[in-house]
């Protein structure tokens, strides 16, 4: 029979284009896990950067907010209204807010630059440190060997 088909034939295959073999991740391969990045430690004493002219608006926003809705919980709904006056305001109405926004940016780059001078400062006084630390271990050594050469001539005497 040509046109007869065998039954292992007839049996369902899956759909080449259905069916998708996926690579398993570049980390996962080999059964390597994937290695944690580090962050880098973040210095508490840093300061931290000002408020934009939207998150200045919004301090007031949010009291003004609460007086008129003390029965609202919810951070978001806060949040979204905040966002829709924003956006509404004229830029003349924005000015105000901007101003301060910039004032505070001005004050965070003094204190930036008070703050990378520490550091820098901090590093040459580490560096001076370590000199420091060497020469006096060199001066003790220096004191070392006299008291010894003092002692075996001491010693030579008796």
Do not use: C, I
Not at 21 to 42: F, I, S, W, Y
Not at 74 to 80: I, Q
């Amino acid at each position: 029979m040509k046109g007869a088909k065998s039954k292992a034939s007839t049996a369902k295959k899956p759909d080449n284009k259905l069916s998708v073999k996926r690579k398993a991740p570049v980390n996962d391969r080999a059964g390597k896990k994937p290695a944690k990045k580090e962050k880098p430690v973040k210095d508490p004493n840093k300061p931290k950067r000002p408020a934009s002219a939207f998150f200045v608006f919004m301090e007031e926003f949010r009291k003004t907010f609460k007086e008129k809705h003390p029965n609202n919980k919810s951070v978001s709904v806060v949040g979204k209204a905040g966002g829709d006056k924003w956006k509404s305001m004229s830029d003349a109405e924005k000015a105000p807010f901007v101003a301060k926004a910039e004032k505070r940016k001005t004050e965070y780059n003094k204190t930036m630059q008070a703050y990378n001078k520490k550091l820098a400062e901090g590093a040459n006084t580490a560096d001076d440190e370590d000199e420091s630390d060497k020469s006096k271990s060199e001066v003790n050594d220096e004191d070392d060997e006299e008291d010894e050469s003092e002692e075996e001539e001491d010693e030579d005497d008796e």
